[in-house]
């Protein structure tokens, strides 16, 4: 039988200030479409070079 799920606790404190400047910095790692659609290309080329 599974165990039931605890609920999550909520972030105060330090801890809360520690998590919203990591979120703060994710949303500036995001890829534009630019470099997204370039990634792809290069991906693809890759993927129709290698045979597994």
């Known amino acids: 039988m599974a165990r039931p799920i ?4 909520t972030l105060t404190g330090k801890d ?3 998590f919203l400047e990591k979120m ?3 949303d500036k790692r ?3 479409k630019e470099e997204y659609d ?3 290309a290069d991906y693809e080329e890759i993927k129709k ?3 597994f």
């Open 30 to 32: 995001r890829l534009s």
């Open 49 to 51: 070079l290698t045979m």
């Open 38 to 40: 370039k990634l792809m």
């Open 6 to 9: 605890k609920e999550t606790p």
């Open 16 to 18: 809360a200030k520690r």
């Open 24 to 26: 703060a910095q994710v």
